[in-house]
């Protein structure tokens, strides 16, 4: 059995990055657990912090969630053409401790999407990850794409995606993107 956490990089409650998410999990082919996440309840890092009272909950449970999984789908934002903030800050809590980092994010696949209001789709921020992920010693996935443009489009009121080509593009991307999970993870 094939298991992927996909985390949403987005705060807000009714975030495309979020829809985009729960939809992604709707395609898990049979035979994959699809898990999902959020960033909702991690502070922004402050290493006194975690000097005084160690990792916050919220980070150790996310960071076991990710080290049990063979995948691992970020659904990301882009702001200012990149990666969003508190979603950074997010695998930065991650990586601590620094010895840890290494059960959590190396050799672990990822793969990431997003959503936007734009027509730029989250490109710049897809692309401004590849260095962390590099940094981690993860195995990124490059076999297929999803860039959702013009999102308040593509999504109605509930979050479910109403434009077919994106709804094609999406069953695609997680069908890839699990088999390369299923190849390429590092045994556990």
């Known amino acids: 059995m094939t ?17 985009l998410m ?3 999990a709707g395609y898990a082919p049979a035979g994959t657990t699809f898990e999902t996440a959020t960033i909702k309840d991690i502070p922004l890092y402050d290493g006194d912090v975690e000097a005084t009272h160690g990792i916050p909950a919220a980070v150790a ?11 691992l789908l970020l659904v990301t934002p882009e702001y200012n053409n990149s990666l969003p903030g508190p979603f950074k800050n997010a695998i930065d809590w ?11 994010f190396a050799g672990r696949v990822v793969g990431v999407i997003g959503a936007s209001l734009g027509a730029g789709g989250t490109g710049l ?3 401004a990850w590849i260095p962390v992920f590099r940094t981690l010693g993860m195995v990124p ?15 109605d009121d509930s979050g479910a995606i109403v434009d077919d080509p994106v709804r094609a593009l999406l069953e695609k991307y997680v069908a890839r993107f ?9 045994p556990r």
């Open 61 to 71: 449970a996310l960071k076991d969630r990710v080290a049990a999984a063979d995948g």
């Open 3 to 19: 298991t992927v956490v996909a985390i949403s990089g987005s705060l807000r409650e009714k975030s495309y990055n979020t829809m």
């Open 125 to 127: 921020a897809q692309a």
């Open 94 to 104: 991650m990586t601590r401790p620094p010895a840890d980092a290494p059960r959590v």
């Open 178 to 186: 699990v088999q390369f999970v299923a190849q390429h993870a590092a």
């Open 22 to 24: 729960r939809a992604a």
């Open 141 to 155: 996935f490059f076999g297929a794409r999803l860039q959702v443009a013009n999102a308040a489009k593509v999504f």
